[in-house]
């Protein structure tokens, strides 16, 4: 099994930047998808960014143009980059991988971290 673990998260001002990572072990990271999700306090989690295993990328439309996924498979690690962050940005950010046999949805998931946005 894919174990994830996130790290990056804080606080910072609107208009701000930050780079969340996941390190991934447990498998062949190369060939998982992988994603990032967020959840705010009484909302539901929400798919914001995804990368294939070939480098295909994905984004909520309330992140496009804003946040950049990318993945440095040598390292077993996915990153994304949030710039021009927003009030509504603030949540639990959390990595996922999809399993090898999957092909859609995730499977795997980080224990999460915490992205807060001041006004």
């Known amino acids: 099994q894919v174990q994830l673990v996130e790290s990056g998260g804080g606080l910072v001002q609107a208009g701000g930047s930050l780079r969340l990572s996941c390190a991934a072990s447990?498998?062949?990271?190369?060939?998982?998808?992988m994603g990032w999700s967020r959840q705010a306090p009484g909302k539901q989690r929400q798919l914001v960014a995804l990368?294939?295993?070939?480098?295909?990328?994905n984004y909520a439309d309330s992140v496009k143009g804003r946040f950049t996924i990318s993945r440095d498979n040598a390292k077993n690690t996915v990153y994304l980059q949030m710039n021009s962050l927003k009030p509504e940005d603030t949540a639990v950010y959390y990595c996922a991988a999809r399993a090898s046999g999957s092909f859609a949805g995730f499977n795997y998931w980080g224990q999460g971290t915490q992205v807060t946005v001041s006004s």
């Open positions: 990368i294939t295993s070939g480098g295909s990328t």
């Open positions: 447990g498998t062949i990271f190369s060939g998982n998808t």
